[in-house]
């Protein structure tokens, strides 16, 4: 079992950046999990954004945010990091992170355990 807060969400202009944490609490250890971050847009389908592997030795993205986003882990303090540069208004909506022990069953969109989300909102 773990549990996943997500902050540092907000406002930011176009062109700006934001970085999202993830910080994780339970009784298996945090190191044990593949993060991942997705977005849904209202009334759209959950979307996967970005994924990091337990060691923090493999990352994937979606296309979408190649080159703009960085996904990174800090297994000592228990906390993913999302760090998005050069945010756009299409970038705007509420964001999710997710852990399971299977790094497939994650990136498929199956996580086990999700976060409560966290808005960010790019203005133009």
């Known amino acids: 079992q773990v549990q996943l807060v997500e902050s540092g969400g907000g406002l930011v202009q176009a062109g700006g950046s934001l970085r999202l944490s993830c910080a994780a609490s339970?009784?298996?250890?945090?190191?044990?999990?593949?993060v991942g971050w997705f977005r849904q847009a209202p009334g759209k389908e959950r979307d996967f954004v970005a994924a990091i592997t337990w060691s923090g030795g493999s990352t994937d993205y979606a296309d979408s945010v190649k080159g703009r986003f960085t996904i990174s882990r800090d297994n000592a303090k228990n906390t993913v990091y999302l760090q998005m540069n050069s945010l756009t208004p299409e970038d705007t909506t509420v964001y999710y992170c997710a852990a399971d022990a299977r790094y497939t069953r994650l990136i498929a969109g199956g996580p086990n355990y999700w976060g409560q989300g966290t808005q960010v909102t790019v203005s133009s």
């Open positions: 339970g009784r298996r250890t945090f190191s044990s999990y593949a």
